[in-house]
C-alpha cells in the first residue's frame, strides 16, 4: 500500500516518516507538504496533519510524535513496543536521566509518559543503561581501535555490510593488508589515550587463510601494545572459516574474546540466506575454539529469519543452550534496502516473522544460561519494531559494543567502510567514515588518511 502524510510546514519530516513508517514497515510511505496536495490522489490512505507554531523544537517535535502514534494506534487498533522512540540508541533516555541524578521511577514515567513506551521495554532500557554505566565508570579515559577486514566466503541475503567474496578478491588481499598497515601507522598519532577495545571486525576476519591472518595479527601487535588493552575481540563469525591452525594463531596473540556466529541451527534457513554453513559446523567449530582455550566466546542470532517462527527459533535456543556461550546477541531482522533479500524480493511477507513473544523467548534462554542484558540498540526497518539485545554472563560482556553504542570515546577505524568517531568539545560527534568498495579504499588510501588525522576534529 502507497502512504502519504500531507503536512502544512516542512517541519519534522524524518521523524513523521520514520515513526509512520514503523506502523507500516511494508508499504510505501511518503511525507510531503501543503504544495503537493494533488500528489495525494496517487496514494491509498492520506493522513493530513497541521504543525502549531511552536518555541522549543524538541519539545514540539516529541508532542507531534505522540500525537501521531495516538493517531496510527487507535486506528490500526496496535500498540508499538517502542512507543514514539524512533532511533538507534533508546538507553541513551535513560543513560541521561542516570547521569543527572534521576531515580529509577522517574526514568521509567519519562520513558512513558513522554515516549510512549511500554512498561517492559522502559525497564529492560533502563536496566541495561545502568548496567553500561558501571562498566563505563570502571574504564576511565581512553579509546577504541577497530579493524576492518570486509570479505566473507558467501555474502548473506540480509546483510549490508561492507563485505565482499573472499574469492573475487584473493589477488588484492596482500594490497589490502597493505593499505591497512598504512592506515593503521599515520593514524597512530591520533591514539593519544590508552585503548580500552580492539576489535577485529568485518566481514569475517577468519576468511583470511592461515598465513595472512598470522601476517595481519603480527602487524597489529608492531604497532599496538595489544597485551594492554582491556578487551582484545576477533569476529570469527563465519563457523566454515574456523580452524584449529587459525584458533591456534589467534591464541598466540593477546585476544580476550571471539564471535563464533550461526545466526540459526535451522540447516533448511542457513540455505536460504546463502549463509554457506551447517549447523553441524557451528558446533565443530565452537568446539575447536573452546578446546583451544577460548574462554570468552559470542554467538549471534536472528530472529525473524525467512520461514522462521516460535518452533525453529525453540530449536536454535535448544541447541545453543547445549553449547552454552559466555555472550549471546539476539538481533531482530531488519529489512535493508540495500540487501539481496530486499532488492530481489527473496521473500513472501508472511515468511518474515518476529514478535515480542519470540524476543521473550530468546531472553529467558540467555536468563537460564546465567546471562543478563547489557547493551542495546535498534535499526531501522525491524521485523515488529522490535530492537537487537546483547546478553552476557557477568563478566564477559562485549565493552567495545556498549563503547560505540554510547557514544562516551573517540574510535579510531581503518578499513574499508570502517568509520571513526571524534567527540567533540560542544558534545557532537565528528564520523569520518572509509568508502566500502574495496578499490576505491585502496585508491583513495592517501586521501583518508589525510582527512581522517586532520587536526581540526582532533583538537575541537
Given amino acids: 500500500m502507497r502512504r502519504a502524510v500531507i503536512c502544512d510546514k516542512e517541519d519534522f519530516f524524518y521523524d513523521i516518516h520514520s515513526l509512520v513508517k514503523s506502523f507500516y514497515p511494508e508499504d510505501e510511505v511518503v511525507v510531503l507538504t501543503a504544495e503537493d496536495e494533488k ?137 589490502y593488508l597493505d593499505t591497512i598497515e598504512k592506515e593503521l601507522a599515520a593514524s597512530l598519532c591520533r ?72 545466526q540459526t541451527m535451522n540447516g533448511k534457513t542457513l540455505t536460504l540466506i546463502g549463509r554457506g554453513h551447517t549447523p553441524e559446523q557451528t558446533e565443530e567449530a565452537f568446539a575447536m575454539a573452546r578446546t583451544a582455550g577460548f574462554d570468552n566466546i559470542n554467538m549471534d542470532l536472528i530472529m525473524g529469519l525467512p520461514g522462521e517462527r516460535e518452533e525453529e527459533v525453540a530449536y536454535t535456543l535448544e541447541k545453543i543452550r547445549a553449547m552454552a556461550p559466555d555472550s549471546l546477541t539476539v538481533h531482530s531482522l531488519a529489512l535493508k534496502r540495500a540487501s539481496r533479500l530486499t532488492l530481489g524480493h527473496e521473500y513472501d511477507e508472511d515468511m518474515l516473522h518476529n514478535t515480542d513473544a519470540i524476543m521473550e523467548m530468546a531472553a529467558e534462554a540467555a536468563e537460564g544460561m546465567g546471562m543478563v542484558p547489557y547493551y542495546l540498540y535498534r535499526q531501522k526497518n525491524m521485523r515488529g ?54 578499490s576505491q579504499y585502496l585508491t583513495r588510501i592517501d586521501e583518508l588518511i589525510e582527512k581522517k588525522t586532520a587536526s581540526d576534529i582532533w583538537e575541537n
Fill in 39 to 175: 500528489a495525494k490522489e496517487a496514494y491509498d490512505d492520506v493522513l493530513h496533519l497541521t504543525i502549531p507554531p511552536y518555541t522549543v523544537r524538541l519539545e514540539a517535535k516529541n508532542e507531534l510524535k505522540r500525537h501521531i502514534y495516538r493517531l496510527l494506534s487507535e486506528k490500526e487498533d496496535r500498540q508499538l513496543p517502542w512507543g514514539t522512540l524512533s532511533g538507534i540508541r533508546p538507553t541513551k533516555i535513560p543513560m541521561r536521566g542516570i547521569m543527572q541524578g534521576q531515580s529509577r521511577d522517574e526514568i521509567l514515567a519519562d520513558m512513558k509518559e513522554k515516549y510512549l513506551v511500554s512498561d517492559r521495554k522502559a525497564l529492560l532500557a533502563y536496566e541495561i543503561a545502568e548496567r553500561e554505566k558501571r562498566l563505563m565508570d570502571r574504564c576511565g579515559e581512553g579509546m577504541s581501535l577497530y579493524l576492518g577486514i570486509p570479505f566473507c566466503p558467501t555474502i548473506c541475503s540480509y546483510c549490508t555490510f561492507s563485505s565482499s567474496p573472499i574469492g573475487s578478491w584473493e589477488k588484492y588481499l596482500d594490497d
Fill in 191 to 262: 591514539i593519544t589515550k590508552p585503548l580500552h577495545t580492539l576489535y577485529i571486525g568485518g566481514g569475517t576476519p577468519t576468511s583470511l587463510d592461515e598465513g595472512r591472518l598470522a601476517r595481519f595479527l603480527d602487524m597489529i601487535d608492531r604497532y599496538v601494545d595489544t597485551g594492554k588493552v582491556m578487551e582484545y575481540t576477533v569476529e570469527a563469525g563465519r563457523p566454515d572459516t574456523v580452524t584449529p591452525e587459525k584458533l591456534k594463531i589467534m591464541k598466540d596473540h593477546p585476544i580476550t574474546r571471539i564471535s563464533v556466529n550461526p
Fill in 385 to 438: 519494531n522490535l530492537e537487537n539485545v546483547g546478553y552476557a554472563r557477568p563478566g564477559a560482556e562485549g565493552l567495545y559494543n556498549i563503547l560505540i553504542m554510547e557514544e562516551q570515546e573517540n574510535i579510531m577505524a581503518c578499513g574499508a567502510g570502517a568509520s571513526t568517531k571524534v567527540l567533540q568539545k560542544d558534545g557532537h560527534i565528528v564520523r569520518v567514515i572509509n568508502p566500502k568498495n574495496v
